[in-house]
């Protein structure tokens, strides 16, 4: 069993990074909903990715197909440690979601009420034409597969169709020797048409109607509460590795050296308090297992001597020790 301390930085992208899109708030919101910590804006998603080097987890599905967990979509949720960190470092700020939205709806006026119901019945009504486009081209086609065609110029008159006979040669001419031509008249079809009513559609942002949430004065005073691995957390983000969930290894967190899209993970990292009591044979067993899927076992925490890296007014001191099993 191999043991050496304190992971290597990961080497920077040789890309410059893009510049954020000024559409992005900064600090942006994280909704705080039912204990859950989440980003719905893909901009805000793609910079927290790029710059922060935030990851999170798509949790979003079809309604219709929930168990297609492969499609994931927004809603982002973040660990409480990601969120934590991004407050910590000034980039983003808590929103209690069910307060803001009960505060921000019982705070329109009148005229913002009336505003935003046109709003949505603009929008219902030009739904609900093009459904009717669509539906009357559905129409059209199948009655000229059925030749028939609609009265009216250009395809719009009273609701009604008229059948169009061949009034060609027959194949038999014996037929029409003995009897007179008849006179052909057209078979004319009602087809009822109703009013148009808007279409009921269910606004799918918060603002508008809402005006977008101001960062406190003090955004630190509602930080999120995290666990005792977070000190390892910080100290690893602060080295510029990428984390995610490490739960399907046994650990607390799957470090990258890059981004997840681009890399392997190279640490399964495990947070413990720097006096904390462990079981040698979880250490054992956590080196053979990383060593197992390529990768490296990594334990560390808070050191309360003073000894570890990290600047006392920012980060407070964190000793990591990365392990291999050697295969003795």
Not at 309 to 314: H, L, P, S, V, W
Request: hydrophobic letters at 35%; proline letters at 10%; one cysteine or more.
């Amino acid at each position: 069993m191999a043991l050496e301390t304190s992971p290597p930085s990961p080497s920077p992208s040789p890309s410059p990074s893009p510049s954020p899109s000024p559409s992005i708030p900064n600090p942006f919101p994280i909704s705080h909903i039912a204990g859950r910590y989440l980003l719905f804006d893909v901009n805000v998603i793609s910079d927290a990715r790029r710059t922060h080097n935030i990851t999170g987890v798509l949790i979003g599905t079809i309604p219709n197909l929930s168990q297609q967990n492969v499609f994931l979509g927004i809603p982002l949720e973040l660990q409480p440690e990601e969120a934590r960190v991004l407050v910590e470092q000034g980039h983003a700020f808590i929103v209690d979601d069910a307060e803001m939205h009960r505060k921000g709806l019982l705070g329109m006026g009148r005229e913002e009420r009336v505003a935003f119901l046109r709003e949505m019945d603009r929008r219902g009504m030009q739904i609900a034409r093009e459904e009717r486009g669509r539906s009357e081209a559905r129409a059209e086609k199948a009655l000229r597969e059925r030749g028939l065609v609609r009265k009216g110029k250009g395809g719009k008159g009273d609701g009604s169709v008229v059948m169009v006979t061949d009034t060609g040669t027959s194949e038999e001419p014996s037929s029409s020797l003995l009897f007179d031509p008849r006179e052909q008249t057209p078979t004319t079809v009602h087809v009822s048409e109703k009013k148009l009513e808007p279409a009921l559609i269910t606004p799918t942002t918060s603002y508008p109607p809402l005006t977008p949430p101001i960062p406190p004065a003090d955004a630190s005073s509602r930080l999120p509460e995290v666990p005792k691995s977070y000190p390892l957390f910080r100290y690893l983000h602060s080295k510029g590795y990428f984390m995610m969930p490490g739960l399907r290894f046994g650990c607390h967190y799957s470090v990258y050296p890059g981004d997840t899209l681009r890399f392997h993970s190279h640490y399964l990292a495990t947070g413990l308090d720097f006096d904390e009591e462990f079981e040698l044979l979880d250490v054992i067993g956590g080196g053979r297992l990383a060593n197992r899927v390529k990768k490296a076992y990594l334990i560390g925490g808070e050191d309360g001597s003073g000894e570890g890296e990290g600047k006392a007014e920012d980060v407070p001191p964190v000793r990591a020790f990365s392990i291999e099993w050697a295969g003795l």
